[in-house]
């Protein structure tokens, strides 16, 4: 489903240049679950955005079901993520404006979808924040953030979750109430990868992928 060819990335130029990704080959199976670990700063988020077409790689091929990403457009990747992506930001990026079940039904809106209440309702009650459905980020702590910012990944229908540390709020239990959830939608074909620190977490995805200094190792 997903395959990168010798990708790199760099930050900057001349003397402020970062070379985040140093020439990564990856390929991901529709349907497999992997976990993306290395140190801070090794590139994990900056290869999670160029998956899921949040930004442009500096050289490199991405190929989607086949489909060459890297030589799209900005216009043309926006419609890709649209279609196929689901991303839970290392910050959450909830929509401060909304409540809670408004942040969730986002992304279904957004495709017309039928029948959203049921839906968002039952991603609330899977992520345990049901009861916090008519509040607004800003009134939520760090991990029920966090849980909104996977209920509403849960709730879209995209093919592919991404999610850069989405436990990393979470105490043990809602960690692992939450991988139960990703388990779940693996089974109905959804692909995830998922960047962590905690190797537990790691442990149950099927495939671990360690980075380092922007290589894959
Ligand atoms: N927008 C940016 N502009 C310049 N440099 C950047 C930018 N984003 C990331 N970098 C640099 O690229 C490198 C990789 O960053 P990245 O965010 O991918 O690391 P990470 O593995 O996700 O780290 P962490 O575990 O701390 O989140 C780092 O050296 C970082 O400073
Ligand atoms: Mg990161």
Request: charged share 25%.
């Amino acid at each position: 489903m997903i395959e990168l060819k010798d990708v790199k990335k760099d930050y900057g130029k001349g003397e402020y240049i970062t070379h985040a990704l140093q020439g990564v080959n990856l390929n991901i199976e529709k349907g497999e679950f992997v976990a993306i670990v290395g140190t801070s700063g090794s590139g994990k988020s900056t290869l999670l955005h160029i998956i899921g077409g949040m930004d442009q790689m500096s050289s490199g091929i991405y190929r989607f079901e086949n489909e060459v990403i890297s030589d799209y457009s900005l216009a043309k990747l926006q419609e890709f993520r649209k279609k196929y992506i689901s991303f839970i930001f290392q910050n959450f990026a909830l929509m401060n404006k909304y409540t809670v079940y408004e942040n969730v039904e986002m992304p279904l809106l957004a495709r017309k979808v039928k029948g959203r209440k049921k839906i968002v309702m039952d991603c609330l009650e899977k992520t345990g924040i049901s009861d916090l459905k008519n509040k607004l980020p800003s009134q939520l702590s760090g991990g029920q953030q966090q849980r909104c910012a996977i209920a509403r990944a849960l709730a879209s229908d995209s093919p592919v979750i991404l999610a850069d540390e989405p436990t990393g709020a979470l105490d043990n239990k809602t960690s692992d109430e939450i991988m139960s959830c990703f388990e779940e939608v693996l089974s109905n074909g959804r692909t995830i990868i998922l960047i962590t620190h905690d190797i537990e977490i790691a442990n149950r995805c099927q495939r671990i992928v360690r980075i380092e200094d922007g290589k894959i190792v």
